[in-house]
């Protein structure tokens, strides 16, 4: 019997009322997620990946559709959810300012039923773990926002959540604390294998950096999915390195095109020329797939020429959206 | 980094599998930890003593020196400082549980709340608990400090009917909380102007500074809705002697009709609370914070 879906949507859409008509957030979504998969839904505001998790963390009914959480029902069996999950928001103000951060998870840590003193014990091994040692005792109204959101991160642990929800966890972070966020999420999903995480942001980088696979929606709708390396294959199928040689080959690049995997090998921009520099070449060179290189940089090297620097260019996550968009991610409305 | 790991279980199936047990003890553990801050807010915030003890006591003493004036009965002094000390459980009845979802859902509280595996009436028990245990030191400063200097002289013959009294008043004022907090969140913005509409209407009607009998014929009705008034009544009866006369109706029977009322209000405040999620899954509002 295959392993159940962690998160598991068919057809999943939701209308919103509104003047002058009805907003449609989500339009049919289909999505399964593995567990212990990292899953990143990619796209712009507006894009519907906030009412999804809405749905997905009970906070919100489906339109039409069926979504499941662990193998439960999200309209049904919420109560059996709320018990495995946790959720984690970009800018979260929760929680209670005149509390210290200590106590602040402790509170929290008893609505997911923590014995008391295991709630203490834990909230100090996360406190550690969140690098919040010396704030501990601080009033949590005090903290900057970094803290603020490394709080809001162990708040989000305190259950040991098998389904953890981050909803755009660094917005508005500096790069310092969004790199230690990503960096704990990542040592919390070493240490509990098993445990799923889906990820929403707009960040790429964030997503090419945490998951295994991510859905790039738009409108409501998912318009790919995949792996990172997958995504960016679909809008080029070919690879292609940019290769530095000292010189150009004795007989130019006529050999190198005909050779077999390679589909094309003209000059590239070095330092703002057309490919060629005072001491050296730049070419960009077309290939079937990978296992052409050897047989080119050998070429290379049978022509009196000598490889200078070799670099892979592929297409980044932006470079898919476009594509599959047609825009940007700037211009949107609000979200959902 | 293995702090990070907690539960025992091998699967999440396996993990969302509590017992009844399980499930009463996450409960209970949830109303401890939301009286928490309320509890522990009477340390953090000396100003209540200033703004919450002082200022209302300028009502109280208002009032002690009209009755004074025209020679009042002696016990009238004790039933205005009664009065004082019962009016800080209705405004925390008022401004922290009616009005509580509401700030709630602004901090982004609640949706984290319905996101927990607890039951949301814990949530609201244990606002009520803290707030009642927070507002008692406040009323015992009220009285203390009252009595003093008024010199208001009690009578208490039976100290274990008037706890009882005390407690069976409190627990229908806060599920009347625990009721308005849904229906204050349902009438969002409108929650700020519903809360100070109960406040100055109710300490008249509430007769927290003169007995309820002297309202006449609306006495009955208010005896019949606000636990304030029907509590309030049954406690200067058994605090202060000659208060019987002044009485709206016996203590046993005032008993009664706050036990109805605290079964009424909690059976009322588990409906409205399915009711508001319903409605807040249903229309997609209510939780989020920015809608």
């Known amino acids: 019997m295959p392993a159940e879906s962690a998160i598991h949507a068919r057809g999943l859409s939701r209308v919103y009322k509104a003047k002058p008509q009805p907003v449609t957030a989500l339009g049919g979504v289909d999505l399964d997620v593995e567990p212990g ?64 951060t200590r106590e602040q998870l402790w509170m929290f840590s008893q609505f997911y039923g923590l014995p008391t003193r295991e709630g203490w014990r834990r909230v100090d091994e996360l406190i550690e773990i969140t690098g919040l040692t010396e704030q501990r005792d601080q009033k949590v ?26 909803d755009e966890p660094t917005l508005g972070l500096d790069v310092g604390a969004a790199r230690d966020l990503r960096e704990h999420t990542l040592a919390w999903r070493a240490a509990a294998p098993g445990r799923t995480v889906l990820l929403t942001t707009h960040y790429m980088v964030e997503a090419e950096q945490l998951c295994d696979r991510i859905a790039i929606v738009d409108r409501g709708m998912v318009l790919a999915l995949g792996t990172p390396e997958e995504l960016r294959r679909r809008v080029q199928a070919e690879s292609i390195f940019r290769i530095e040689l000292d010189r150009l080959p004795d007989d130019g690049l006529a050999t190198l095109a005909a050779l077999p995997g390679v589909l094309s090998a003209v000059p590239a921009d070095l330092d703002g020329s057309d490919g ?44 898919v959206f476009v594509e599959l968009v047609g825009r940007g991610f700037g211009d949107q409305g609000s979200d959902s | 980094m293995s702090g990070y790991r907690a539960t025992p279980a091998t699967n999440a199936r396996e993990a969302a599998e509590w017992s009844t047990r399980r499930v009463f003890a996450n409960n209970l553990r949830a109303i401890v930890g939301r009286a928490y801050p309320r509890i522990i807010g009477l340390t953090r915030e000396p100003s209540w003593i200033f703004f919450e003890i002082l200022l209302p006591f300028l009502a109280v003493s208002a009032f002690v020196f009209v009755y004074r004036a025209l020679e009042a009965p002696e016990e009238y002094i004790g039933f205005v400082v009664l009065g004082g000390a019962v009016t800080a459980f209705w405004l925390n009845v008022v401004w922290m549980m009616a009005a509580q979802f509401y700030w709630e ?14 039951h949301l009436m814990s949530i609201l028990a244990g606002m009520a608990i803290g707030g009642l245990v927070m507002t008692s030191s406040r009323a015992l400063a009220v009285i203390g400090i009252g009595s003093l200097l008024f010199g208001v ?40 102007h519903l809360a100070q509409l109960l406040q100055e209407p109710i300490y008249f009607l509430g007769g927290v500074n003169f007995p309820l009998r002297a309202l006449g014929a609306v006495s009955g009705f208010v005896a019949a809705v606000l636990p304030l008034a029907v509590g309030l009544d049954a406690m200067r009866q058994l605090a202060f002697s ?29 409906y409205a609370l399915a009711y508001l999620e319903h409605l807040a899954r249903r229309e997609g509002r209510l939780t989020l914070r920015w809608q």
């Open chain 2, 105 to 118: 859902k602004d901090q982004g509280n609640l949706e984290l709340y319905f996101t927990a595996p607890m």
């Open chain 1, 141 to 166: 109204r005090t903290l900057s926002t970094g803290q603020r959101q490394k709080l809001n991160f162990a708040r989000g642990m305190l259950n040991d959540p098998w389904v953890l929800f981050l």
């Open chain 2, 153 to 192: 002289t009690y009578d208490v013959r039976e100290p274990f009917l008037l706890a009882a009294v005390f407690l069976l008043t409190m627990i229908p004022l806060y599920g009347l909380g625990m009721l308005f907090a849904s229906l204050f969140l349902l009438w969002g913005r409108e929650a700020f």
């Open chain 1, 276 to 319: 060629a520099g005072a001491d050296r070449v730049a070419l960009k060179v077309a290939l079937a797939d990978d296992s052409a290189l050897t047989s080119v940089v050998t070429a290379v090297a049978e022509r009196g020429a000598h490889l200078v620097g070799l670099a892979k260019s592929e297409p980044s996550l932006e470079d």
């Open chain 2, 242 to 270: 000659g208060a019987e006369t002044n009485g709206l109706l016996p203590v046993g029977t005032e008993m009664l009709i706050l036990g109805a009322m605290a079964v009424v209000f909690l059976v009322g405040a588990r």
């Open chain 1, 37 to 100: 998969e990292f899953f990143g839904l990619l796209g712009p505001n507006g894009a519907g990946k906030t009412t999804l998790i809405k749905i997905l963390t009970t906070l919100l009914l489906p339109t039409s559709g069926t979504a499941k959480v662990a193998g439960f029902d999200v309209v049904t069996e919420t109560a059996k959810i709320r018990r495995v999950i946790n959720m984690v928001s970009g800018g979260e103000q929760s929680g209670y300012g005149l509390l210290t």
